[in-house]
């Protein structure tokens, strides 16, 4: 069974950094390429960043503005999310996500950042 | 980036009956290889997305065969022959073609009448 558990989030300052991590088994992990999604509560899903199979290929959505960095590690079947600089927009749950056949093949529960003072 | 629009918004269907929802893009899905990189997603409520549909028409293993997706080009649809209750929550387009951003449609609630 796939499975991809999230974890990292919490409650962070203005200005603050989070560094959010996935986790994926039962999956050809280091055969895809990942993303993290993420969802303003009660709002739609955003994408955010993609990293290639190889992790050598990263790419951001336009609103991370240099703030962000994803990493992989595929002998730890790991991926994870650099967050610096969140600002109360950021506020979401963010997902990882596989890419077999494109995105969203499977999803992990999410792990909640929520930017406050 | 490509805009994605869904319609309806909501959507309200007795159980058993039929359900359509439309996905259309600013520009043309088809991408140089051939391949139309357009996926429907649901997200039942308190749950995370899961994928139904995966290159505008092939069914995700799992996903019972009331669930359908067509179209080309520009304009999609995700049909569902008979409505069930497990079927309620929120259903999204995403495009792959164009990327990045990859982009979602607003979304559709679904519910039962």
């Known amino acids: 069974e796939v499975q991809m558990v999230e974890s990292g989030g919490g409650l962070v300052q203005p200005g603050g950094s989070l560094r959010l991590s996935c986790v994926a088994s039962?999956?050809?992990?280091?055969?895809?390429?990942m993303h993290w999604v993420r969802q303003v509560p009660g709002k739609g899903l955003e994408w955010v960043s993609r990293?290639?199979?190889?992790?050598?290929?990263?790419t951001y959505a336009n609103f991370v503005k240099g703030r962000f960095t994803i990493s992989r590690d595929n002998a730890k079947n790991t991926v994870d999310l650099q967050m610096n600089s969140l600002e109360s927009e950021d506020t979401a749950v963010y997902y990882c996500?596989?890419?077999?056949?494109?995105?969203?093949?499977?999803w992990g529960p999410g792990t909640t950042v929520t930017v406050s003072s | 980036d490509v805009v994605m629009t869904q319609s309806p918004l909501s959507l309200s269907v007795p159980l058993g009956q039929a359900a359509s929802i439309s996905c259309r893009s600013s520009q043309s899905l088809v991408h140089r290889t051939g391949n139309t990189f357009l996926n429907w997603f649901l997200q039942r409520p308190g749950q995370s997305p899961r994928r139904l549909i995966h290159?505008?028409?092939i069914r995700e293993s799992g996903v019972p065969d009331r669930f359908s997706g067509s179209g080309s080009g520009s304009d999609f649809t995700l049909n569902i022959s008979r409505v069930e209750a497990e079927d309620v929550g929120v259903y999204y387009c995403m495009q792959g073609t164009h990327w990045p951003p990859y982009t979602f449609g607003q979304g559709t609630k679904l519910d039962i009448k």
């Open positions: 290159l505008s028409f």
């Open positions: 039962g999956y050809n992990f280091n055969i895809y390429p």
């Open positions: 996500t596989g890419d077999a056949n494109s995105l969203g093949d499977a």
């Open positions: 990293i290639s199979d190889d992790g050598r290929s990263a």
